[in-house]
């Protein structure tokens, strides 16, 4: 998979920017908040929708404009994808694939897969669960239309199910009552289906990042994930009406996959709890590395690789194994210079320079 060029028009610092990639390593490097990061995260926008930053799409329109535009061009198994996206201030966005207009932000997911890797990402062993349960659903999203489904509607009828437990909290009716019976039905429907999606990837990411921590760590430390379900598919239907009273009480479902978590082990030891900062961020690049490999597994083809200002945060044996893994995909890098590229002797296909907001290609 190779995403060819990006256009975009009035999209945070860019007035008008046009860009053309090369299929192996990009190099986009200047000082700091100059709009590096801007270009990846359009991007990544027009393989997910959203912001990997959780920005809105009135915060990324430039000052004083009421539409941005993104346009990129993709190349995946041999068929080209054009991707024209319209963030509007006060409306929903508008997306088209090739020229077809889309109903639902969803239908992007898996045209493009893209494996985004920042300094933010080397935290996710010793952050909260919600970041783990993030990473998991959004890569699960790029390749499991059916989960992606089942992700949608779950959030939905959570959302519905809070809302009724607040109003029950005030006062019950049959009615009401009759309607959480119907939401809690729906919500262990599609919750069974997430619990088994999750525990499908962890098993295959399990196949293949034990052989990379290995190598990253020279055989010293042996790295697992295990998942950790808030509740069991046996037991889900159970708890839920079990726990409904304690809901009702405290307006918010409190058992279910959107409270799951997974815990990684170096060692049999989890590296939360008992890891050096240094053992937390091996694993959490372990862990991309084998997003890389499994996405090439599922897709048969290599996703697109975005790296934001990682290389800086990492010594310099992590810089080497990560670069000299990146040869056969197309990988765009942000960078404040190009010293970890030559210091590693990795070869530069494209280099692009950025000063506040203008892009000048210096091949």
Known sequence: MVIDNLDLKNYRNYNILN?????????????????????LEAL???????????SKDREIISFGEEESHIKINVNKNNINYRIDMHLKKNKTKGIAVNGIPIKKAVELFGIINIVFFSPEDLNIIKNGPSERRRFIDMELSQLDKIYLSNLVNYNKVL???????????FRKTDDMLDTLDIW????????????????????????????????LTGGKENLRIEYNPC?????????????????????????????????????????????????Q???ALSLKLSEIELVKIIIKDTPVLLLDD??????????????????DIQTIVTCTGL??????????????????????SEN
């Open 19 to 39: 860009m053309s990639f090369d299929k192996n390593v990009n190099i986009i490097y200047g000082d700091n908040a100059q709009g590096k990061t801007n270009i």
């Open 44 to 54: 990544y926008i027009c393989s997910t929708s959203k912001s990997h930053r959780g």
């Open 159 to 169: 959302g519905q199910r809070n809302k009724l437990l607040k109003d029950l909290s």
């Open 184 to 215: 809690d039905m729906q919500l262990v429907r599609f919750g069974k289906e997430i619990i088994n999606g999750r525990k499908e990837f962890v098993k295959k990411v399990n196949s293949i990042i034990s052989d990379i921590h290995s190598n």
């Open 231 to 279: 509740v069991t598919i046996s037991d889900f239907e159970k708890v839920i009406g079990e726990s409904r009273e304690k809901d009702i009480k405290y307006k918010v479902t409190n058992f279910g996959p959107h409270k799951d978590d997974l815990i990684f082990y170096i060692n049999d030891k989890d590296v939360r709890k008992y890891g050096s900062q240094g053992q």
């Open 281 to 283: 961020r091996t694993a």
């Open 310 to 327: 990682v290389l800086s945060e990492l010594d310099n044996n992590r810089q080497n194994f990560l670069l000299n893994s990146i040869g």
């Open 339 to 360: 010293d970890e590229f030559i210091n590693n002797r990795i070869n530069i296909n494209k280099v692009f320079k950025v000063v506040n907001g203008t892009v000048t």
